[in-house]
């Protein structure tokens, strides 16, 4: 956990995940669940971004630390000193930063288990596979279930452990997504995440809207090669003069691979057919979240 200091207000309190040995890479799923996330408008996903953060100031943040110098001693440090770091804000749906500390009175942020037969996912089940809001319904919990089944499904994310939920808020907080993008998907494990999504009924209509707008070229700017803010280098014409620079586009920044932006885009498509064919059925109300 770290304080993230700001132009303005009170510093944002954010999770650093940190580059180790074993792990160089390990920022590149989560990092991607959390731009298809934004992409399509969901409030579920805390927002990330890599950034190269200088190794004097993660050991100044480790200092006194349970465990510090060992994990220290498991970063991988870049030639400029720097490690790489998957910082993690906060949801759009949380009353509170990610992480923050909670006042006396707040009610507590819960580790849920997301598998099937846990009460709580059998309940947003439930809700979820009415038409009609029921009369114990918090809506905004139903929207964030099927956000949640929506990006797992795209994302091949199949083995979601767990999920927080944040009770003041009535908000679903997916904060762990290192699964996902795997490189191969099973595909009974796929079709169970669909037949979740087939159960339900309603669909937020924001996210309609985003999976409608998130063609390939629209997926390939956030998710393919060039789509991390990272230094440039200077390319030569060929008359010989320096031209504009130019973005690194190797393979080592890749998020996904092309082979994952075309499965995702067959399941957004899948995903669009099952929504038309819940509003052929029941009108708007499909779109009823």
Not at 54 to 77: I, S, T
Not at 113 to 127: H, I, L, N, T, Y
Not at 137 to 157: A, F, P
Not at 202 to 208: A, C, M, Y
């Amino acid at each position: 956990m770290a304080q993230l200091a700001r132009g303005h207000g009170e510093p944002a309190t954010v999770t650093l995940w940190l580059s180790r040995r074993g792990q160089t890479h390990a920022w590149r799923r989560p990092l991607a669940f959390a731009r298809l996330a934004s992409a399509l408008g969901a409030r579920t996903v805390p927002s990330a971004v890599l950034r190269r953060i200088p190794v004097g100031d993660v050991a100044r943040l480790l200092e006194g630390q349970p465990g510090g110098p060992e994990l220290l001693r498991e970063l991988v440090v870049m030639n400029d000193g720097s490690v790489d770091a998957l910082v993690q804000g906060q949801a759009l749906g949380t009353s509170r930063p990610l992480g923050a500390p909670r006042p006396p009175s707040a009610s507590c942020t819960r580790r849920i288990r997301a598998v099937d037969g846990a009460a709580e996912m059998e309940q947003w089940s439930r809700w979820a596979a009415s038409l009609t809001p029921l009369a114990e319904e918090r809506t905004q919990l139903v929207r964030d279930y099927v956000e949640m089944l929506v990006l797992d499904y795209l994302s091949g994310h199949i083995r979601r452990p767990d999920l927080l939920l944040d009770v003041d808020g009535d908000a679903l907080i997916l904060d762990d997504n290192a699964d996902a993008f795997p490189a191969l998907v099973p595909v009974h494990a796929l079709d169970l995440l669909l037949r979740r999504l087939a159960a339900v009924e309603r669909f937020p209509r924001t996210l309609h809207a985003g999976l409608l707008q998130l063609g390939r070229a629209q997926m390939a700017a956030h998710l393919a090669p060039g789509s991390i803010a990272l230094p440039t280098r200077e390319v030569t014409s060929r008359g010989g003069a320096p031209s504009a620079p130019a973005p690194l586009t190797g393979f080592d920044q890749w998020l996904v691979s092309p082979r994952t932006l075309i499965d995702l885009d067959e399941r957004r498509l899948a995903l669009l057919s099952l929504i038309e064919a819940k509003r052929v059925r029941h009108g708007e109300a499909a779109l009823g979240l």
